[in-house]
């Protein structure tokens, strides 16, 4: 797709469940879409945070682990062929005599009919670990997208909340070794999966930091240095070290977009509809009153946005689609 003379019917911002399940929803409908998100894989948080963590609360899955939900998400609405544009971020919004105009970072141009802003928390940037500059990528990460590329690794997660223990418990079966380092006594995380980690035998070493990452003579990381609260130093072995220490998130260039904005949120109405003509909010990002920010809440916001987005393109459309169960 050449972006510079791109049109499509619905821009979709944001790659994560509702916005995938929008773009599955805008093909039932006829319309072409694109989907702009800023991270390389699609899934948003969920892929980010805890693909391998199970999900409860989906309707018609009793248990679903994240990257599954989301690998169905992408089959469901690839028969429709969206195109995505992962990686990039939408900067700009305008309109033009027909439609909009969506400026991504690097200067591209993706004109739409309407856009459906789908960004969950918005854009979210992990808090760094100071000891681990320049080792990104190199033997640390921020989150765990393949549980196997640890599989035989001697793993250290840093970080005392519930993200930081999910890896833990999720890397223990598998790893060679666990220990999660944290700089206080106490944890954020819940009880119980601190209590289940205790049981395993993790290693838990607290009121330590962090205070150096060293490479094992060819360039991957090899071994970290943990200073205690009293002066004690450790060296233990690592190939690989998780940063769980949480993240900040904000909506970016979204919020100079002249919508309402109320506590990082977009207002909307029954619609879906945002302050700006054709421009639609669905998911954790839509705020209206009694709103209950849930998976399952935004893939019916999805179906509602698109639905009435397919009535403003098209005055003659009808609003119920009809049933996706009597589609040819």
């Given at each position: 797709?050449?972006?510079?003379?791109s049109?499509?019917?619905?821009?979709i911002?944001?790659?994560g469940p509702?916005g995938?399940?929008?773009?599955?929803?805008?093909?039932?409908?006829?319309?072409?879409?694109?989907?702009?998100?800023s991270l390389?894989?699609?899934?948003?948080q969920?892929?980010?945070?805890?693909?391998?963590?199970m999900?409860?609360?989906v309707a018609?899955?009793?248990?679903?682990?994240?990257?599954d939900?989301?690998n169905?998400?992408?089959?469901?609405?690839?028969?429709?062929?969206?195109?995505y544009?992962?990686?990039?971020?939408?900067?700009?919004l305008?309109?033009?005599d027909d439609?909009?105009?969506?400026?991504l970072?690097g200067?591209?141009v993706?004109r739409?009919g309407?856009?459906?802003?789908?960004a969950?928390?918005?854009?979210?940037?992990?808090?760094?670990?100071p000891a681990?500059?320049g080792?990104?990528?190199r033997?640390?990460?921020?989150?765990?997208?393949s549980?196997?590329?640890?599989?035989?690794?001697?793993v250290v997660?840093?970080?005392g909340?519930d993200?930081?223990f999910?890896w833990?418990l999720?890397?223990?079966?598998i790893?060679?070794s666990?220990?999660?380092?944290?700089?206080?006594?106490?944890?954020?995380?819940?009880?119980?999966?601190?209590?289940?980690?205790?049981?395993?035998?993790v290693r838990?070493i607290t009121?330590?930091?962090?205070?150096e990452?060293?490479d094992?003579g060819d360039?991957?990381?090899?071994?970290?240095?943990?200073?205690?609260?009293?002066?004690?130093?450790?060296?233990?072995?690592?190939q690989s070290?998780?940063?769980?220490?949480?993240?900040t998130?904000d909506?970016g260039?979204?919020?100079?977009?002249?919508l309402?904005?109320?506590?990082?949120?977009?207002?909307?109405d029954?619609?879906?509809?945002?302050?700006?003509?054709r421009?639609?909010a669905a998911?954790d990002v839509?705020?209206y009153?009694?709103?209950v920010?849930?998976i399952?809440?935004?893939?019916g916001?999805?179906?509602?946005?698109?639905?009435?987005?397919?009535?403003?393109?098209d005055?003659?459309?009808?609003?119920?689609?009809?049933?996706?169960?009597?589609?040819?």
């Amino acid at each position: 797709m050449s972006l510079p003379d791109s049109r499509v019917d619905l821009a979709i911002v944001g790659a994560g469940p509702t916005g995938l399940f929008a773009a599955y929803y805008a093909g039932f409908r006829g319309l072409s879409t694109a989907v702009i998100d800023s991270l390389p894989e699609a899934g948003g948080q969920v892929t980010a945070m805890y693909p391998e963590k199970m999900i409860y609360d989906v309707a018609g899955f009793p248990a679903v682990r994240g990257r599954d939900l989301v690998n169905a998400l992408v089959e469901q609405a690839a028969q429709w062929k969206p195109t995505y544009l992962l990686g990039r971020k939408a900067e700009g919004l305008d309109y033009l005599d027909d439609g909009l105009e969506v400026t991504l970072d690097g200067g591209d141009v993706l004109r739409a009919g309407a856009v459906l802003i789908t960004a969950g928390i918005g854009e979210f940037t992990p808090r760094p670990l100071p000891a681990g500059d320049g080792w990104l990528g190199r033997g640390m990460v921020h989150f765990v997208p393949s549980l196997r590329a640890h599989e035989g690794q001697d793993v250290v997660v840093v970080g005392g909340g519930d993200s930081a223990f999910d890896w833990v418990l999720a890397l223990h079966p598998i790893a060679r070794s666990v220990t999660l380092v944290h700089r206080r006594a106490r944890f954020r995380a819940v009880e119980s999966i601190v209590r289940q980690a205790r049981e395993l035998g993790v290693r838990i070493i607290t009121d330590a930091e962090v205070t150096e990452l060293r490479d094992n003579g060819d360039g991957a990381l090899g071994e970290i240095t943990v200073e205690v609260k009293g002066g004690e130093k450790l060296v233990l072995p690592a190939q690989s070290v998780i940063a769980a220490l949480g993240f900040t998130a904000d909506l970016g260039p979204i919020e100079n977009w002249g919508l309402e904005i109320d506590h990082r949120a977009i207002s909307v109405d029954s619609t879906m509809a945002t302050a700006k003509p054709r421009v639609y909010a669905a998911g954790d990002v839509a705020a209206y009153p009694g709103k209950v920010k849930l998976i399952a809440t935004g893939f019916g916001e999805a179906a509602t946005a698109v639905n009435n987005i397919a009535v403003a393109l098209d005055p003659d459309a009808h609003l119920f689609p009809g049933h996706s169960s009597n589609a040819e």
